[in-house]
């Protein structure tokens, strides 16, 4: 390279005289703007061809674009169209207006985590919320811990370490990732004890519980996927009467445990820790973020002693959830207190009930819109589909519900080009890919307004694409 190209880009200084770098400087301050600067001179001097002087002000600009982009944060707001409402890729859970507003004071102000405000002295950080969860399920205790794997670890891990905890081959699940039940129970220092077959198991398989060598009984929920045909499993009333006969804790890993009766809205049941209590349970592990609508928390009830016993493991230090998550935790509680109203205010359960035919106006008043915004690429289509609850729970149970499928027209454009077009819109759209189309179930689609208002967008998407 010439020594004279090279000199005739601009000083540091003197870019930084700029009106433009004195913006820069406001919001992003002065070493960043510095440090940028330098970085896109560097790229000039290594890729100056000799064609002239480079403007200042492209420099300066180049600037800007390259600060702003380091600035955009990488988490950022998606729409869920996928059909699976609660998707754990998707962060599961949108946490109802009450719980938001109450996150919202737990971290801007000092509050009463572990402070009474009767006596003045020291208070339980979960006092206010295993009010609730024990009012709400009939057992003795509750405590908090991060997510649910860490409610199966610190049960496990409390009650029967070093122990032989059996479980039956037709529930040693896997929940995505890293969380198999097998690998939880070694990292929890417990001796996985199978028993039965994977489709049938029997009473008399459990038996040996009688023998005096094993810790624990466990019953883990089948959440995310179902055994059918010649299948038999032992229901819970009778594990847990044969656990207490055996001297042995009972435990049972809902996953995803609604507080409530999902059959009152139609849906498929699901199983209660409610009921898991009443069946004798010693304890009970679910998530709050899945059919709760919560904040991401493992709830684990159960009775005074075995709970209590799990509160003091050093563990539980390591796996307890911060204010936020108890204030959020807390609110998504009393809203289910209201149970005409908990449907309509928890953004889950909202979803999960909404009307089909409510869908179906939704998808026919913005089909047209997309149709225009893509400018003949696909040919869109009402469609009607199906919605999974997701996150394990009821795997098997399909909602109706409607969408729109796009049909590629365009050799060029394919299905995956349109989903990839949708991903690159301000707000991003998550939709799914179904026998060369794209497909999005709108029944997650809330703002509908700020959905349609991007659709615009769409063409100028295309070239990008
Ligand atoms: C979802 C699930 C878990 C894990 O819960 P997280 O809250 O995601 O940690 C464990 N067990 C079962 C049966 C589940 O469905």
Do not use: W
């Not at 690998?183 to 005096?212: I, K, W």
């Amino acid at each position: 390279m010439e020594a004279d190209e090279r000199s005739k880009l601009p000083a540091i200084g003197e870019l930084m005289q700029s009106v433009q770098a004195q913006c820069m400087t406001d919001d992003f301050g002065r070493t960043a703007t510095v440090a940028m600067l330098r970085e896109v001179l560097d790229r000039a001097r290594k890729t100056i061809n000799g064609a002239g002087p480079i403007a200042q002000d492209e420099l300066l600009a180049e600037c800007a674009r390259r600060l702003e982009l380091a600035q955009m944060p990488a988490l950022k707001r998606v729409f869920n169209l996928t059909g699976t409402v609660l998707h754990t890729n998707l962060g599961r859970a949108l946490l109802s207006e009450r719980a938001i507003a109450a996150a919202n004071v737990a971290m801007r102000y000092p509050v009463n985590l572990e402070f009474d405000l009767a006596t003045g002295r020291r208070g339980q950080r979960e006092e206010h919320v295993e009010r609730l969860i024990c009012q709400m399920t009939g057992a003795e205790a509750a405590t908090i811990v991060n997510n649910n794997a860490a409610a199966v670890l610190l049960a496990l891990n409390t009650l029967a370490l070093d122990g032989e905890v059996m479980v039956s081959r037709g529930e040693l699940v896997e929940i995505g990732g890293a969380f198999r039940i097998p690998e939880v129970m070694s990292r929890a220092g417990c001796h996985l004890r199978e028993v039965g077959t994977t489709n049938r198991t029997h009473l008399r398989d459990f038996m040996p519980a009688m023998s005096g060598d094993v810790a624990a009984i466990m019953k883990v929920h089948a959440s995310n996927y179902e055994i059918t045909g010649f299948t038999s499993a032992v229901p819970q009333k009778e594990l847990s009467a044969l656990a207490a006969k055996a001297g042995v804790p009972f435990i049972i890993d809902l996953g995803s445990g609604s507080l409530l009766d999902l059959g009152r809205f139609g849906l498929p049941a699901e199983p209660t820790p409610q009921q898991a209590i009443k069946d004798g349970a010693t304890v009970v592990t679910f998530s709050g973020d899945k059919l709760m609508g919560g904040p991401q928390c493992g709830i684990v009830v159960g009775t005074r002693e075995a709970v209590g016993r799990m509160r003091s493991n050093p563990m539980k230090r390591a796996l307890r959830p911060d204010k936020i998550v108890l204030a959020a935790l807390e609110a998504t509680l009393l809203d289910h207190l209201n149970e005409e109203r908990v449907a309509e205010v928890i953004p889950t359960l909202r979803c999960l009930t909404r009307d089909t035919g409510e869908i179906r106006s939704q998808a026919d008043r913005l089909a047209p819109k997309i149709a225009q915004g893509l400018q003949g690429l696909a040919r869109i289509e009402v469609v009607e589909c199906f919605s999974q609850i997701g996150s394990g729970a009821q795997p098997v149970e399909r909602l109706p519900s409607s969408g729109l499928a796009l049909h590629p027209t365009d050799p060029c454009h394919s299905a995956q080009a349109l989903a990839r077009q949708f991903r690159q819109l301000p707000i991003p759209v998550i939709g799914r890919l179904h026998r060369d189309r794209f497909v999005m179930d709108l029944r997650c689609l809330d703002d509908e307004r700020a959905f349609a208002s991007q659709i615009g967008e769409l063409s100028g998407g295309v070239s990008a694409a």
